[in-house]
């Protein structure tokens, strides 16, 4: 168990639906990453926060967004879903910084049919 | 952007035997992480590396990141079953930026 949590740990919807992801970090962990794997593919980064703020940007999408309350959990927006959006949605947690050790959620699987 | 390429995207290993998967980039590389994803699981850090030349090992595994600080390279020895899974290597360029994530070796073994 990394002490990541993640919910819901499935998710079924449909195309044009909106859904929110969220994620609570280890305890005293103040950055988040949000990646997307699909199918038997690697880890495609989203974003980062930063306690708080926005920290970096990966390949997500306009229809995504995210993120980080002053608790430091976060969530994950994904609108207008398309078929191509179903993948494994993970979160990350790190101390500090941008190259620290990442821990990862369990996931959650996202389904659009 | 920067790319971390890695090698084998697959690797089928008859059990107890050794195999290698390798990671390059084009650019000189701050530091190296290794992590593992078991299949239906989460990726779980394995190790990091920080020096030029530095070797690493974890009971069978045996990690090296290259002497320009390009490559890194993880070395599994008498494969176990338990080894199944893929293996990432991320990446950053300089200490701060972004840790980027290779596109993983999936490893299946042979009882």
């Known amino acids: 168990d990394s002490g990541v949590t993640q919910t819901p740990k499935h998710l079924i919807t449909a195309t044009g639906q909106r859904v929110t992801l969220r994620c609570s970090p280890r305890s005293g962990d103040l950055s988040v990453y949000w990646y997307q794997q699909s199918l038997d593919q690697g880890l495609q980064f989203l974003i980062q926060y930063y306690n708080g703020e926005e920290r970096a940007k990966g390949n997500i999408l306009e229809r995504f967004s995210a993120q980080q309350f002053p608790d430091l959990h976060s969530e994950l927006n994904l609108s207008s879903l398309e078929l191509g959006d179903s993948a494994l949605y993970f979160c990350?947690?790190?101390?500090?910084?941008?190259?620290?050790?990442?821990?990862f959620g369990p996931g959650t699987r996202l389904t659009v049919l | 952007g920067q790319q971390v390429m890695q090698i084998p995207q697959y690797q089928h290993v008859q059990e107890g035997e050794d195999f290698t998967t390798y990671c390059n980039s084009s650019t000189t590389l701050s530091n190296i992480q290794w992590y593992k994803q078991r299949p239906g699981g989460h990726p779980v850090f394995l190790i990091q590396l920080v020096k030029s030349g530095e070797v690493k090992k974890q009971k069978r595994l045996t990690f090296q990141f290259g002497e320009a600080k390009k490559n890194s390279s993880l070395h599994i020895t008498a494969t176990q079953t338990t080894d199944v899974g893929t293996y990432f290597c991320?990446?950053?360029?300089?200490?701060?930026?972004?840790?980027?994530f290779g596109g993983g070796t999936r490893v299946l073994v042979k009882p």
């Open positions: 991320a990446a950053s360029k300089a200490a701060g930026n972004k840790l980027t």
């Open positions: 990350a947690s790190s101390v500090v910084g941008r190259t620290d050790t990442q821990y």
